[in-house]
Structure formats: structure tokens, C-alpha cells
């Protein structure tokens, strides 16, 4: 079974910042598309950043301002957030795409989700 695990987030006031990070555990043979997804109360979920094997794609609500990266090695991806706003205020979810075997489909797999909350 493979898991991912969130850790970070929680309150920061307006023009601040907070990191995420996701790791996952299990037999993993690759995983090319690592990414964050954010979803507010009331609203859909929608893709933050995300890595492509080596292209990043960001969405304009974000740009500027977050910073996706991942170490390979462990498995990981992170999420720097910088001069966070109100608007940004959700549940942050990690997803990946995983293959555990070289010939195998990628299977989605979420993180289970970390509050984020920007208020004063």
C-alpha cells in the first residue's frame, strides 16, 4: 500500500508564509506528476502547482507567490507559500501519480488534506 502523508500548514496572517510538504511511503517504483490541489468551503477542488516530470505548471492564482519542489530521492514534494492572502484560506491535498512496477498503470494517490488558514 502506498500512503502520503501531509504535514505543515495551519494560521498565518495576511502577507505571510507557511510550508507543506507531502512524503510518500511504500513500494514506489517512479512517480512523475506530483502536485498540490487546494479546496475552499462551498468550492471545487482546483490545482494549485504541479510537477510533470520536469516542467512545473502554476496556476495564475498562484504564481509569484508559491514555490513547488520535490527530492526524489525521499519521495517527497513540497509547497512554499509566500505573501499568503485571505483568499487562500483551504484545505491544501497532495496528489501523485504513482507506478509500482516499471511495466504498471500510475495509480492517484491524496495526501489527507491540511488545513490552511490566513486571517488576522
Known amino acids: 500500500q502506498v500512503q502520503l502523508v501531509e504535514s505543515g500548514g495551519g494560521l498565518v496572517q495576511p502577507g505571510g508564509s507557511l510550508s507543506l510538504s507531502c512524503a510518500a511511503s511504500?513500494?514506489?517504483?517512479?512517480?512523475?506528476?506530483m502536485g498540490w490541489y487546494r479546496q475552499a468551503p462551498g468550492k471545487q477542488r482546483e490545482l494549485a502547482p504541479a510537477?510533470?516530470?520536469?516542467?512545473?505548471n502554476y496556476a495564475d492564482f498562484v504564481k509569484g507567490r508559491f514555490t513547488i519542489s520535490r527530492d526524489n530521492a525521499r519521495n517527497t514534494v513540497y509547497l512554499q507559500m509566500n505573501s499568503l492572502r485571505p483568499e487562500d484560506t483551504a484545505v491544501y491535498y497532495c496528489?501523485?501519480?504513482?507506478?509500482?512496477?516499471?511495466?504498471?498503470?500510475?495509480?492517484?494517490?491524496w495526501g489527507q488534506g491540511t488545513q490552511v488558514t490566513v486571517s488576522s
Open positions: 496528489n501523485m501519480k504513482i507506478m509500482l512496477t516499471g511495466r504498471g498503470p500510475e495509480y492517484d494517490r
Open positions: 511504500g513500494s514506489i517504483f517512479s512517480i512523475n506528476t
Open positions: 510537477m510533470i516530470g520536469g516542467r512545473t
